[in-house]
């Protein structure tokens, strides 16, 4: 069972920026794709960003690209999700996920997940 703890959320401003990080004392973090997911109020958790276990490859939702960026430092089992350019649109709990080890990433979850952090963005 891998365990993902998110940190970082809050409230910010429309076109402020946040990180959000996802810690794991998983020892072979580098060997899972991980990513992001986040879910709006009265909405399904939709895919927001992920990345290879070697951090080599990495995939956006259109709604994010150019704004967000996902990265790991996978010495320390930390993934990131780095928010620039917010919009209220942004407003959501915001899920780590983890895949299965050797897994390729994709846009579909793994069945690992944190219990998510809350981001706001105010007008």
């Known amino acids: 069972q891998v365990q993902l703890v998110e940190s970082g959320g809050g409230l910010v401003q429309a076109g402020g920026s946040l990180r959000l990080s996802c810690t794991t004392s998983?020892?072979?973090?580098?060997?899972?794709?991980m990513g992001w997911f986040r879910q709006a109020p009265g909405k399904e958790r939709e895919f927001v960003a992920s990345i290879s276990a070697s951090g080599g490859s990495k995939y956006y939702a259109d709604s994010v690209k150019g704004r967000f960026t996902i990265s790991r430092d996978n010495a320390r089992g930390i993934l990131f999700l780095q928010m620039n350019s917010l919009n209220t649109k942004d407003t959501a709990v915001y899920y780590c996920?983890?895949?299965?080890?050797?897994?390729?990433?994709?846009?579909?979850?793994?069945?690992?997940w944190g219990q998510g952090t809350q981001v706001t963005i105010s007008s």
């Open positions: 996920n983890s895949r299965q080890p050797y897994e390729t990433a994709t846009m579909t979850p793994g069945p690992y």
């Open positions: 998983e020892r072979s973090f580098s060997s899972y794709a």
